[in-house]
């Protein structure tokens, strides 16, 4: 190695200790002690399901020498890659790459973006040689696991006193209610007599087996449009649930409609754990760009219509 070298690899190593650079660095030395350098570093460690990641690995290195970045395709660790793009730089012999992923993810848990590994050689060189990345955990949460703060709950109200002498208003009121409630009857028997055609009410059950078999019949997965038919079918569900139980599903996003829902006896756990992975599943494909299997299609349309049928 010679002075110069030496010279610049001290300087380089003083204006990363002055920045103080918030990760860790990598080496390895390639052939001709020409020194490379790696780096691998995320923006957040801990996100709530919907937020995104910046991922990043940058490479140091004298620029006579060639460096290949690990592929990843469309997806990591989980994670989807919705975009992507890269950096160079130089100085005094030396070259600063660097690639980014912005992840996005709809589902909650615990991730590992493995160790991956970076090739690089010199000009002259005909062999490769290697430096691994280290894996990095992150951990994706969702809101719906955040509980209420309990410091907002007031003491109850002393009891109200009733007036001693109720007896008359009690008797007014009721002559009062009895009048308007003849008054509806009678309403109501004018309207039913006057009516000459009957409307019937077509179950929500009904409307949306019909609306699932339509669907099926399209064959939108055969056409390449699985995001148009993950779009259908929960739209179906969301409007099946909305006539049949008056939840505004349809209105709501799907983290809003699950929030409302926890609480609510309108249905069952296991109801509620059923519709919550089946909307999960239908948000990675249509906003995260997951391609589902054949299988995964046909299981997503049994959920939906399993569903209907335990709760019509």
Known sequence: MTRRSSIYQIILIIIISLFNLPFIVYSQETKGDLSVKVSAEVDKSSINIGDKIRYTITVSADKDIDIEFPQFGENLAGFAIIDFGSKKKGFWGKKTLSQWYLLDTYVTGKYTIPASTIRYKSKDAKEWNKIQIKEIQIEVKSILEKEADADDIRDIKSPVNFPVKLGPYIIIGAIVLLIAAGICVVFLLKKRKASKDKITLIPAHEVAYKRLQKLQNNNLPGQGKVKEYY??????????????????????????????????????????????????????????????????????????????????
Not at 266 to 279: A, M, P, R, V
């Open 231 to 312: 779009i259908r079918l929960s739209d179906i569900v969301r409007h099946y649930l909305e006539d049949r139980f008056a939840l505004k599903a349809p209105e709501m996003t799907t983290e809003e409609f699950l929030l409302m829902l926890k609480d609510s006896s309108t249905l069952s756990y296991e109801h509620k754990e059923l519709l919550k992975k089946f909307l999960s599943h239908c948000d990675m494909v249509k906003f995260a760009k997951y391609g589902p299997s054949y299988q995964e299609i046909d299981s997503s349309f049994e959920s939906a219509k399993g569903l209907i049928d335990q709760t019509k």
